[in-house]
C-alpha cells in the first residue's frame, strides 16, 4: 500500500463513446473506394497486362517488342523532345505572365486571372480546330504576313513541329502560371523594395532575390508541364506530322487497330515508368521540398542529405542566376549612362510597360486564338475560309439538323450533368474530412484523390476500356460518366476544400451551442455559407466532361458519341464549318459556365 | 532655396513635401531638417502620413510636390538604389534564402566592394550588433529581436548618412520592445548614426527621440523634442495626443504680468503668459499630475473647491475625477502615497495648480 489516501471507490460511470478517427471518417469512404475501383484497379489491371503472354504466362515478350522496334524508340525520342520543348517554351513565355499578376493590384490581378484561366478550360479540341484554321497555307496568319510583304510564298506551320509546338504551349501555359503563381504570391513584397534601398537594382533585386525565391515554383511548374505533355495525343495528331506522332497516340492505334492490350499495356508501363524517372531525377537534382513550396534556404541547411547530383544541380543553378544578375547589371549600367536617373523629375516604370506588354502578348496569345472559330461559322460559303464568304446560319442549320450531332450534344450534356452530380456528391463528402479531421494518412489519401490529375490520361482511358469491355459497359452513358468523374472529383475536393479552409469553423460551434444537432448545423449554417464553392466545384466537374475526349475515345463511338469525340472524328476526316458551328456554340457555353463558376469560387472564399 | 539643404551636416532634408493618391492627401507641406547624429521620430495616429513621408524618403513612392534632399544632393525622383540610405522594415525584409552573413554582404555586393573588404566589414557589422555567433544562420532560425538586429547590422553596414526605421520594434512583445528600444538608443548613441524613426506609439517616441515630428492627417502638427512637445503643445492635437490632458474654454479677462483666464462657469485661473488680446477665447490644457489635491492650509498659485466624483486605483499612480465647484470635471493624478490614497466619492477636496502649469492655446490655433 502506498501511502496516498484512499479515494472513495465509485461506480464506473458510462463514458460517452468516442468515435475513433477511423470511424468518423466515414463521409470519405464512398470517394476512395470510388477511386479504388475506377482508377487504381483498372490501371493496375492494364498494367498487369503487359507482362502476360498469349496463354496468360508470364513474360517480358511486350517489352522486347518496344526494345527491338526502332519506331518505338524513336516514338519516345519525340515525345520527351515535345514534352521538353513544351515546357522550357511554357516557362520562359509564363514566367513574365506569372510575375505580372504576382504583382499587380488585386483588381487587375483578377480580371488577368481570368484571362489565363480561359484557355485552361475552354475545349482543347476547339482550340487545336482554331490553330487549323489560323496556321493553315491560306489561313489568317500567312495572309497577314503575306500582306505585310514579310513572306513570299505561305509558311507551313501546321502539320510539323511548329505546329505541335504552338498548340502544346497554349494548352500548357496556363498549367505552369497558375503553378508559379502561387509560389510567387507567397514572396514577401517588402524584399525587392528592401533590395533597393540596400544599393540593388531593378535587375540585380529581381535574380538574386526575387528569382531564387520563385524557383521553387518554376521547377514545380516545369515537373508538371513536361508530364503532363507526356501523355498527349489530341495536338500532335492534329497540328503535327508523321515526325511527331507521340507514344499515346501509339497506344491509341495499338488498342483501336490491334486490339494488342498486353501490348498496349507495356506501352503504358513505359510512358509512366518515364513519368516516374523524370519525377525522381528532379527530386534528386531539385529536391522535394521545391514542390511542396519550402524555400531553398530548407535544403541548404540538411546539406548532409543531399546527393551530389542535387549539389551540382543546386551550384549550377546559382551560377546561372548569377551570371544572368551579371548580365542584366552590365545592361542596365550601359542604360544609366546613357539615360541617368534624375533626381529632380519623376522616373518612369520602363521595366513595369516592358513587362506588361511581354505579358500582354503572351496572354492574347492564349486567348484570342479561340475566337476565331466564331467568325469562320458563320460563313455562306462551302468551305472554311477567313475572312468568311458571306453572312449565312446555314452551318448552324446543319449542325442542329445533323441527328448526329444533336444526339452527341444531347449525350454530353447528359453525362457531364451525371458527371458534376456524382463528383459534387462524392468530392464535397471527401473534403469535409480532408479539412475538418486530423486523419492519419490524409496526406496520402489526398495525394491518390488527386492522382488522376497527373497520370496520362491515356493509361486510365486503356484501363477502363479493358474493364467496361467485360463488364458491358462500353458505350454506356455511365461507364462515361464514371470514368469522367475520376478526372473530374479531383477539382471538386480542391475547390471545396479552399472554401472549407476559409469557413470559420466557430460558426458552426456557435449553431450547435444553441441547439442545432450536426445535420441541421450542416444544412442551416455550414452548407448555405460554402455553397458558392460547391456550386463552383459542380460546374468545374462538368466542364471537364464537357470537354473530354481520352476516355470518350474508347468508351464511347458510333451512335454513343459525345460532343468531343464526334468533333475528333470530324476534324480526322474531314474539317467543315460545321465544325466551327459546333465550337462557337461550346466556346459561348463554357466561357458562361467558366465565368460563373470563377465568380461563385471567389465569393465562397473570400466570404 | 535655403542654405540648409545643402549643408553636409544635415544628412536630410525636405521641403514642401506632397503626396496624393488621386484627390487623397495622404502628405501635405512636409518640411523636415535631420542633422548629423539625430535620433528624430516621426509619430502619429495611423493615416497621419508619417509612414507616407517615410516612403517618399526612401524613394519607394515618387512625390507629387515638393523635394528631397540627401546628403546635400538632391534625391526627389532618384530609385531607391541611387540614394544610399538605410531602411529598417516593420517585419525587417531579411532575405530568407541568404544566411545572415549574405544579408549583411548583399549591400556591398551591390556596390562591389573587395571581397576581403566585404568579409571584415560584415565581421565588424555583426559585432557592433553583438552577434556575432549567427553569421552562417538563416534568418528564420533567428529570434525576432536578433533578426531586428541583423536587419540594423545590414543596414548600418554600408555607413549610409540616415537609416530610416519603420516601426522596427511593432512585431515584437512589450518585454522585447522595451529591451530593444534601449538597445537602439545604445547604438545609436555608441555609432553616432543618424535616425529617422516612425512609430504610433507615443512612449516609444518619448524615450528614444532627441526630438519628435508630431504627424496628422498628412500634416506636420509639431516638430519638438519630447520635453517640448509634452510640456509646450502648440496645438489642441498635440496636447490630446501625447499624454493626458484636461482642457478648458477660456476667455482672457486680466493681462499685464499676471494674466488670469475665466471659464464659462467663472472659474479664474491664472497663468503665466498668454500672448492673446483681452477677451480671446482660448483652450487651456493642464496635465492631470500638474494637479494636486491640496492639504489643509496648502496654498497655490490657483485653487478651486470640488467633490470627488471617483478614485482609480492603478498602482503606483492614482487618479481622482473630481467636480470643480465653478467648473468642469478634472483628472487629478498623483502617486498613491500618503492620506488620499483613497477617496470615497463625495468627498470635498481642493485642487491647486501653479500658474505656469498651465498652456494657453488661443482658439485660432487650435485646429483640428
Not at chain 2, 501653479?354 to 490655433?365: T, Y
Request: with cysteine; glycine share 8%; aromatic share 8%.
Amino acid at each position: 500500500m502506498s501511502g496516498a489516501p484512499a479515494l472513495p471507490r465509485m461506480a464506473p460511470t458510462r463514458r460517452p463513446r468516442t468515435d475513433s478517427a477511423w470511424i468518423k471518417a466515414w463521409p470519405i469512404y464512398p470517394l476512395v473506394i470510388f477511386i479504388l475501383v475506377v482508377f487504381v484497379y483498372p490501371v493496375a489491371q492494364i498494367l498487369w497486362l503487359s507482362v502476360l503472354g498469349p496463354h496468360d504466362n508470364l513474360t517480358l515478350a511486350n517489352y522486347a517488342r518496344i526494345a527491338h522496334s526502332m519506331v518505338f524508340g524513336l516514338t519516345l525520342g519525340i515525345t520527351l523532345k515535345i514534352a521538353l520543348w513544351t515546357t522550357i517554351l511554357s516557362l520562359v513565355a509564363g514566367y513574365p505572365v506569372a510575375y505580372l499578376l504576382a504583382t499587380a493590384r488585386p483588381r487587375v490581378r483578377d480580371i488577368l486571372i481570368i484571362l489565363v484561366l480561359m484557355p485552361f478550360w475552354t475545349s482543347f479540341l476547339v482550340r487545336t480546330f482554331a490553330w487549323m484554321i489560323l496556321l493553315g497555307r491560306n489561313g489568317p496568319v500567312n495572309q497577314a504576313l503575306g500582306g505585310l510583304g514579310l513572306i513570299d510564298q505561305p509558311l507551313s506551320m501546321i502539320f510539323n513541329f511548329t505546329g505541335v509546338m504552338i498548340g502544346m504551349v497554349q494548352a500548357m501555359m496556363p498549367l505552369a502560371v497558375l503553378t508559379m503563381l502561387s509560389v510567387m504570391q507567397r514572396i514577401d513584397t517588402t524584399l525587392g523594395k528592401a533590395a533597393g534601398t540596400l544599393g540593388a537594382r531593378g535587375g540585380q533585386a529581381f535574380w538574386r532575390i526575387y528569382f531564387p525565391l520563385s524557383a521553387p515554383g518554376v521547377a514545380a511548374a516545369g515537373l508538371l508541364v513536361f508530364i503532363t505533355a507526356m501523355g498527349f495525343f489530341i495536338t500532335p495528331a492534329l497540328l503535327g506530322g508523321r515526325h511527331e506522332t507521340m507514344l499515346a497516340q501509339i497506344i491509341i492505334s495499338v488498342v483501336q487497330e490491334l486490339m494488342d492490350w498486353r501490348f498496349a499495356g507495356a506501352l503504358s508501363v513505359v510512358l509512366l515508368a518515364v513519368s516516374a524517372i523524370i519525377f525522381l531525377l528532379y527530386d534528386r537534382v531539385l529536391g522535394l521540398s521545391t514542390m511542396s513550396g519550402g524555400d531553398a534556404a530548407a535544403r541548404s541547411t540538411s546539406g548532409a542529405r543531399q546527393g551530389m547530383l542535387s549539389r551540382t544541380g543546386a551550384a549550377a543553378g546559382t551560377h546561372a542566376v548569377a551570371g544572368l544578375g551579371w548580365v542584366s547589371d552590365r545592361v542596365a549600367e550601359v542604360f544609366e549612362r546613357l539615360f541617368p536617373p534624375r533626381a529632380d523629375r519623376p522616373r518612369r516604370a520602363i521595366g513595369r510597360i516592358v513587362l506588361g506588354v511581354v505579358a500582354g502578348l503572351v496572354i492574347a496569345y492564349l486567348c484570342l486564338p479561340s475566337l476565331f472559330v466564331i467568325p469562320v461559322s458563320f460563313t455562306a460559303g462551302q468551305f472554311i475560309n477567313f475572312p468568311p464568304q458571306g453572312l449565312s446560319l446555314r452551318w448552324y442549320h446543319t449542325y442542329l439538323d445533323s441527328p448526329i450531332w444533336v444526339n452527341a450534344t444531347i449525350r454530353s450534356f447528359i453525362v457531364a450533368t451525371g458527371t458534376g452530380v456524382l463528383a459534387t456528391l462524392l468530392g464535397t463528402a471527401g473534403a469535409f474530412v480532408l479539412v475538418r479531421q486530423r486523419l492519419v494518412g490524409g496526406a496520402a489519401i489526398l495525394s491518390l484523390i488527386l492522382a488522376p490529375l497527373v497520370l496520362p490520361r491515356i493509361i486510365l482511358a486503356v484501363g477502363l476500356f479493358y474493364l467496361y469491355a467485360r463488364i458491358g459497359l462500353v458505350g454506356t452513358a455511365l461507364g462515361l460518366v464514371l470514368g469522367h468523374t475520376v478526372l473530374a472529383v479531383p477539382y471538386v475536393v480542391i475547390t471545396v476544400m479552399a472554401v472549407l479552409r476559409t469557413y470559420d469553423e466557430r460558426l458552426d460551434h456557435a449553431a450547435m451551442s444553441l441547439g442545432a444537432s450536426r445535420w441541421s448545423t450542416l444544412r442551416y449554417i455550414t452548407l448555405p455559407q460554402i455553397r458558392g464553392g460547391i456550386v463552383a466545384g459542380f460546374l468545374f466537374a462538368f466542364i471537364t466532361s464537357f470537354d473530354e475526349l481520352t476516355i470518350a475515345l474508347f468508351v464511347s463511338g458510333g451512335s454513343s458519341s459525345t460532343l468531343p469525340r464526334q468533333m475528333w472524328n470530324d476534324l480526322l476526316l474531314q474539317v467543315n464549318p460545321t465544325l466551327a458551328a459546333v465550337s462557337t456554340v461550346i466556346l459561348v457555353f463554357v466561357t458562361v459556365f467558366i465565368l460563373l463558376a470563377e465568380a461563385l469560387r471567389r465569393r465562397g472564399v473570400t466570404a | 532655396m535655403d542654405e540648409s539643404v545643402t549643408d553636409q551636416k544635415v544628412k536630410l532634408a525636405t521641403r514642401d513635401l506632397s503626396k496624393l493618391y488621386g484627390p487623397v492627401v495622404a502628405l501635405e507641406g512636409a518640411s523636415l531638417d535631420l542633422p548629423e547624429g539625430e535620433f528624430l521620430t516621426l509619430l502619429g495616429p495611423s493615416g497621419s502620413g508619417k509612414s507616407t513621408l517615410l516612403m517618399l524618403i526612401a524613394g519607394l513612392v515618387a512625390p507629387s510636390g515638393g523635394d528631397i534632399w540627401i546628403n546635400g544632393r538632391l534625391a526627389t525622383y532618384l530609385p531607391p538604389n541611387k540614394r544610399d540610405i538605410g531602411v529598417v522594415f516593420q517585419n525587417y525584409a531579411l532575405f530568407p534564402h541568404l544566411t545572415v552573413e549574405e544579408n549583411i554582404a548583399f549591400p556591398l555586393r551591390m556596390r562591389r566592394l573587395p571581397q576581403a573588404q566585404i568579409g571584415s566589414e560584415v565581421r565588424r557589422a555583426l559585432e557592433a550588433v553583438q552577434l556575432p555567433q549567427v553569421a552562417a544562420r538563416y534568418p528564420r532560425e533567428l529570434s525576432g529581436g536578433q533578426q531586428q538586429r541583423i536587419a540594423l547590422a545590414r543596414c548600418m553596414v554600408y555607413q549610409p548618412p540616415v537609416i530610416l526605421m519603420d516601426e522596427p520594434l511593432g512585431a515584437l512583445d512589450r518585454k522585447l520592445r522595451d529591451h530593444m528600444q534601449l538597445e537602439i538608443k545604445d547604438l545609436h548613441r555608441r555609432l553616432g548614426i543618424t535616425v529617422l524613426y516612425v512609430t504610433h506609439d507615443q512612449e516609444e517616441a518619448m524615450a528614444m527621440s532627441d526630438r519628435i515630428c508630431l504627424m496628422n492627417g498628412g500634416r506636420i502638427e509639431q516638430v519638438g523634442t519630447p520635453d517640448e512637445l509634452y510640456f509646450r503643445p502648440k496645438t489642441l492635437f498635440a496636447a490630446d495626443f501625447l499624454g493626458e490632458s484636461n482642457i478648458l474654454d477660456a476667455v482672457l479677462t486680466g493681462s499685464g504680468s499676471a494674466p488670469v483666464l475665466t471659464t464659462e462657469n467663472g472659474l479664474q485661473i491664472r497663468v503665466s503668459d498668454a500672448a492673446l488680446p483681452a477677451g480671446k477665447r482660448a483652450k487651456l490644457v493642464i496635465r492631470p499630475e500638474s494637479l494636486r489635491l491640496l492639504a489643509p492650509g496648502e496654498a497655490a498659485d490657483n485653487e478651486a473647491p470640488g467633490v470627488v466624483q471617483e478614485s482609480v486605483f492603478t498602482g503606483g499612480v492614482s487618479r481622482h475625477f473630481v467636480k470643480l465647484a465653478d467648473g468642469p470635471v478634472v483628472s487629478v493624478k498623483q502617486l498613491t502615497v500618503g492620506r488620499d490614497r483613497s477617496l470615497p466619492s463625495g468627498s470635498p477636496v481642493r485642487v491647486g495648480w501653479a500658474a505656469d502649469q498651465v498652456v494657453v492655446l488661443p482658439l485660432d490655433e487650435t485646429r483640428r
